[in-house]
């Protein structure tokens, strides 16, 4: 079955930029949707198909996808993105497998 | 306002059986997949599966097939998760998910998720 890996943590200071990466092989040739979990909290979608934001997450968010890393960029981080960020693909040729990586904790300094 | 209210805690006993409910309002509820993702304590997400309440299509996670059973009631637009014999390690935080549509079609990401059922399997 298909493999996503992520950091356990990312740490950043305010005001700066967070990268957090999902790694898969050939993952640029698949979708790649994140989501957001804050403590005591059921997830929320903050980027999809790649680079797509919904309405109402902050443009501070953006996503990009190629090779076999895709990564989820928080530009101007604030405290209150401090959280567990999870990406997840959905591998149709696999009878619509869904997969989550394991998840990387954002600490802000 | 699209929303997915899900049943409350439960604390069971091994080799209970039991059935929780995801109830879907704002939208269509036949249009769209509902799936059910496990996250348990201090732990990642995990997808288990996925039913299509227009027609009950379902499909299973291989690492969840027969372990659990998911069904749809859609005259009253309510998704189930339900076990036949408990044991102490479905101990975990249970989630509905909404998936998207894309130009009417699967899309593979989940817009809506719900507020999560907590249930404790113990002796």
């Known amino acids: 079955s298909y493999v996503l890996t992520q950091p356990p943590s990312v740490s950043v200071a305010p005001g700066k930029t967070a990268r957090i990466t999902c790694g898969g092989n050939n993952i640029g040739s698949k979708s790649v949707h994140w989501y957001q979990q804050k403590p005591g909290q059921a997830p929320v979608l903050v980027i999809y198909y790649d680079s797509d934001r919904p309405s109402g997450i902050p443009e501070r968010f953006s996503g990009s996808n190629s090779g076999n890393t895709a990564t989820l960029t928080i530009s101007r981080v604030e405290a209150g993105d401090e959280a567990d960020y999870y990406c997840q693909v959905w591998d149709s040729s696999s009878d619509h497998s869904v997969v989550f990586g394991g998840g990387t904790k954002l600490t802000v300094l | 306002e699209v929303q997915l209210v899900q049943s409350g805690a439960e604390v069971k006993k091994p080799g209970e059986s039991l059935k929780i409910s995801c109830k879907g309002s704002g939208y269509s509820f036949t249009s769209y997949w509902i799936g059910w993702v496990r996250q348990m304590p201090g732990k990642g997400l995990e997808w288990m599966g996925i039913?299509?309440?227009?027609?009950?299509?379902?499909r299973y996670s291989p690492s969840f097939q027969g372990q659990v059973t998911i069904s749809a009631d859609k005259s009253i637009s309510t998704a189930y998760l339900q076990w036949s014999s408990l044991k102490a390690s479905d101990t975990a935080m249970y989630y509905c998910v909404r998936e998207s549509l894309w130009f009417g079609d699967r899309s593979g990401y989940f817009d809506y998720w719900g507020q999560g059922t907590l249930v404790t399997v113990s002796s």
């Open positions: 039913i299509y309440p227009g027609d009950s299509d379902t």
